[in-house]
């Protein structure tokens, strides 16, 4: 018999309370030795998605690594959009080693995990593969992560992906959680976020409010029926 298509998401797709957004040692001595990606589009990325995670009500655990001691403070980007929130540092590589960030994972009990973070090949590889193995769901951000080579990315992203992750992108991740541009209460949020953060899509979603009061799949239409 033919299959029968609903118009409903796939289960695999992302909503702002299925899953719990980790992001790790975003910080400045991690940032130096970047190279995979520029430290501007680096903070760039990292701000939309820790943005559109608060304004989507996404839980979230932030940590760090010898924070006082050696790599220094967290990026601005992410504080802004979390002001309030606990940020827990650690002296393990591997974030699943840290007892009180595993704490917080169980305490949240979600069994999707969206990761992010400095760098690549150490600190995201460590806990991905560890989540998988304890039958985790694992995606990754991979253009808010970066590593000390383009080489050292590559070749984390593809380890990542054999055993299992799913990768996506920092816009890709905020448009995964509106879905809808009919979505009044959050496509403001939506779009604000994208006009600031989102590039050259955001330029574009200045260029066409501004010019001619454009907006996108009918919404205005949808906000005021």
Same mark, same amino acid.
């Given at each position: 018999?033919?299959?029968?298509?609903?118009?409903?998401?796939?289960?695999?797709?992302?909503?702002?309370?299925?899953?719990?957004?980790?992001?790790?040692?975003?910080?400045?001595?991690?940032?130096?030795?970047?190279?995979?990606?520029?430290?501007?589009?680096?903070?760039?990325?990292?701000?939309?998605?820790?943005?559109?995670?608060?304004?989507?009500?996404?839980?979230?655990?932030?940590?760090?690594?010898?924070?006082?001691?050696?790599?220094?403070?967290?990026?601005?980007?992410?504080?802004?959009?979390?002001?309030?929130?606990?940020?827990?540092?650690?002296?393990?590589?591997?974030?699943?080693?840290?007892?009180?960030?595993?704490?917080?994972?169980?305490?949240?009990?979600?069994?999707?995990?969206?990761?992010?973070?400095?760098?690549?090949?150490?600190?995201?590889?460590?806990?991905?593969?560890?989540?998988?193995?304890?039958?985790?769901?694992?995606?990754?951000?991979?253009?808010?992560?970066?590593?000390?080579?383009?080489?050292?990315? /590559? #070749? =984390?992203?593809?380890?990542? &992906?054999?055993? $299992?992750?799913?990768?996506?992108?920092?816009?890709? *991740?905020? !448009?995964?959680?509106?879905?809808?541009? /009919? #979505? =009044?209460?959050?496509?403001? &949020?939506?779009? $604000?976020?994208?006009?600031?953060?989102?590039?050259? *899509?955001? !330029?574009?979603?200045?260029?066409?409010?501004?010019?001619?009061?454009?907006?996108?799949?009918?919404?205005?239409?949808?906000?005021?029926?």
């Amino acid at each position: 018999m033919p299959i029968t298509a609903k118009p409903t998401p796939a289960k695999s797709l992302l909503s702002p309370k299925d899953h719990t957004l980790i992001l790790i040692d975003h910080q400045s001595q991690m940032a130096f030795a970047t190279h995979s990606i520029s430290a501007t589009e680096l903070r760039t990325n990292t701000a939309l998605v820790a943005h559109a995670a608060a304004g989507f009500g996404v839980s979230t655990i932030l940590t760090t690594v010898a924070e006082k001691s050696f790599s220094g403070p967290i990026f601005s980007e992410i504080t802004e959009a979390f002001p309030r929130a606990e940020v827990t540092d650690r002296t393990s590589m591997n974030t699943w080693e840290d007892a009180n960030v595993i704490k917080r994972v169980n305490a949240i009990g979600k069994d999707r995990l969206v990761f992010a973070g400095l760098w690549t090949s150490v600190c995201i590889v460590g806990p991905t593969l560890s989540a998988l193995d304890q039958g985790y769901e694992v995606y990754v951000i991979a253009d808010a992560c970066g590593d000390v080579s383009a080489e050292a990315h /590559a #070749r =984390a992203m593809e380890r990542m &992906l054999q055993a $299992g992750v799913r990768p996506m992108t920092s816009l890709q *991740y905020m !448009l995964e959680l509106q879905r809808d541009w /009919a #979505r =009044a209460e959050t496509y403001d &949020l939506t779009t $604000g976020i994208a006009k600031k953060y989102g590039g050259a *899509y955001g !330029l574009g979603i200045i260029y066409a409010k501004t010019m001619f009061g454009a907006s996108e799949g009918g919404h205005e239409e949808a906000r005021h029926a």
